[in-house]
């Protein structure tokens, strides 16, 4: 069960609408911003792929790195398991 869970909470790249993917992607990564901001605020070591997320460009690039690794090994390894469920990685 948790893989399904697990996929559901990272699919937004996967949405039939460009305008909800991008929307979920600059409320990731604002998220990410903030931590980093805080992160730097506190004396704490900055998460590195967190910081410095100011453009559309570098938003765009962190989603093709997180979609090329966690989110399409994730739906290939669900369609292994749930073989009726493959096509989904076929988006």
Not at 62 to 76: A, D, E, R, S, T
């Amino acid at each position: 069960g948790r893989i399904i869970v697990h996929c559901a909470d990272i699919s937004n790249p996967l949405h039939s609408s460009f305008e909800v993917a991008r929307d979920w992607a600059v409320r990731v990564t604002t998220e990410f911003s903030r931590q980093a901001s805080r992160e730097k605020e506190l004396n704490l070591p900055v998460t590195t792929f967190m910081d410095g997320i100011d453009s559309e460009y570098k938003i765009a690039k962190l989603q093709i790195g997180f979609f090329g690794f966690m989110v399409k090994p994730l739906f290939h390894t669900a369609g292994l398991l749930f073989p009726k469920s493959s096509h989904l990685e076929d988006w």
